[in-house]
């Protein structure tokens, strides 16, 4: 008697287990941990320029931090140039195409200057105005507006340095970027304490001094790195001849893909910007809260910006080498390792929130409103760190950077932005509820990055026609 067989299910798919594989984590961490200390120097730095500045009052906190978001949103367009051609140096790399990394990274260049040239010229010429759409304050106008005029002279060498230091990174040479950036924000706190308060011969110069300390450090940086880069042979050094070899079909290409993360960096950092114009209407002591909140939670987000540029890395090499199966293994660990390890890094600013009045010389209102933002802002550290690992690590990793900018910025403008602007300006609400509308675009966002990762549909090879 023929006994029947028993039905055949199909499986579901079973999620790799989550520390496994020593390989990629001996992988990953070596590249997180020298970007992680790079983001955390940058950090380190702005918070001690926060707390410098912080010295001299609130209009002077509020001056420096409202000249700074000029050169965020400038840092950002950037930023979206390069991050997107980090995608094809990403997966150049994996091929071994080393006159292609050559390539890229001259188109990154040559629109980093032409961006640098028109914020300079701008930030130069017009700086009142700049800040003036920020805010109202008469002193905080004047006083920022000297502030960005300074720090004008930074931003072409600011450009060149960007595109090595992503370059650098997607081929896995990150220890000359981490050594050149000590170096060169070390000098910026040594000059920022000189020019902002004087020491001997040199005049205590206020604002103007931190602005003018960070343009003698982007010079120092860009020189050393873009130097020690050809002095040690390093993949992205080539010939002017190399750099500049794009054409224009090259250029439809880049575009195609890089396009939408431009786009998504500009609405992005848009977005920040109308973040920051909501607080500076609302008072003078609810933009210094944002800012120095601002400020030091990224001392504690360094992790997970290390993680998101890493795992984007080793995604798109071994994309780039063909290999899907251990590129979809590697995101899957990672949306599951960054929540798992921001609840840790959360309950760091708790005891953060408590050191503030001895650090800030600022109104009792606003340490008050930083402290609650703080609480705020651990709450929503998991969501944050998964959404921040789909839109660097994997999405923009995969070359899908179409869903990624919708997924990024379109609950930022249609959710965030009407929120805090009803509960700031209709409303008129506490400063902390106007945060917390914040803070909301991210439970809002987790669940399409979820959708769209159990798609599979992120992933691309750019590389191709």
Not at 75 to 80: K, R
Not at 228 to 237: E, M, Q, R, T
Not at 305 to 314: P, Q
Request: glycine share 6%.
């Amino acid at each position: 008697m023929k006994i029947p067989r028993k039905t055949q299910f199909p499986q579901k798919p079973q999620l790799p287990p989550l520390l496994n594989d020593r390989q990629f984590y001996r992988s990953l961490f070596a590249l997180t941990i020298p970007i992680m200390l790079q983001t955390l120097v940058n950090s380190l730095v702005n918070t001690v320029d926060t707390i410098m500045i912080g010295r001299l009052g609130t209009v002077e906190i509020a001056a420096v931090g409202l000249g700074n978001q000029i050169f965020f949103l400038y840092h950002l367009f950037l930023f979206g140039i390069c991050s997107g051609g980090a995608i094809f140096t990403a997966q150049f790399w994996g091929m071994r195409d080393i006159p292609g990394i050559r390539k890229n990274m001259g188109f990154c260049i040559t629109l980093n200057i032409a961006t640098a040239i028109v914020f300079t010229l701008a930030s130069a010429l017009i700086p009142e105005q700049l800040i003036g759409v920020y805010s109202r304050d008469e002193e905080v106008i004047r006083s920022g507006a000297a502030y960005l005029r300074t720090l004008s002279p930074s931003f072409i060498p600011f450009a060149i340095s960007l595109g090595f230091t992503l370059t650098l990174r997607s081929v896995e040479k990150v220890r000359l970027a981490i050594v050149v950036t000590v170096l060169s924000l070390s000098l910026n706190v040594i000059l920022n304490y000189l020019f902002i308060f004087g020491a001997g011969t040199i005049p205590a110069m206020g604002v103007k001094g931190a602005a003018l300390g960070t343009v003698i450090s982007r010079l120092v940086e860009t020189v050393i790195l873009v130097g020690a880069s050809y002095i040690l042979k390093y993949v992205p050094a080539g010939s002017i001849r190399e750099l500049f070899n794009f054409n224009l079909p090259y250029a439809f290409q880049f575009f195609r893909i890089t396009l939408p993360v431009i786009v998504n960096e500009m609405l992005w950092s848009l977005g920040i910007t109308a973040q920051n114009v909501i607080f500076a209407r609302t008072n003078t002591d609810a933009i210094a809260a944002f800012n120095i909140t601002s400020t030091v939670s990224q001392l504690t987000f360094v992790i997970f910006i290390g993680l998101g540029n890493a795992v984007a890395v080793l995604i798109g090499k071994k994309i780039g080498e063909k290999d899907e199966t251990a590129a979809r293994d590697y995101a899957s660990r990672m949306v599951r390792f960054a929540p798992i390890l921001s609840i840790g890094m959360a309950m760091i600013l708790i005891p953060l929130a408590l050191l503030l009045p001895f650090a800030f010389n600022v109104s009792r209102q606003t340490l008050l409103a930083a402290s609650q933002m703080f609480l705020i802002l651990g709450c929503s550290y998991p969501l944050r760190a998964f959404n921040h690992i789909m839109v660097i690590g994997i999405c923009r990793a995969g070359g899908d950077t179409v869903f990624c900018a919708i997924y990024d910025i379109a609950v930022l403008w249609l959710v965030t932005l009407p929120m805090m602007a009803l509960a700031a300006f209709v409303f008129q609400m506490p400063v902390w509820v106007i945060y917390l509308c914040v803070t909301l675009e991210q439970p809002f966002k987790a669940p399409f990055g979820i959708w769209r990762f159990r798609s599979g549909k992120w992933l691309h090879h750019v590389t191709t026609a």
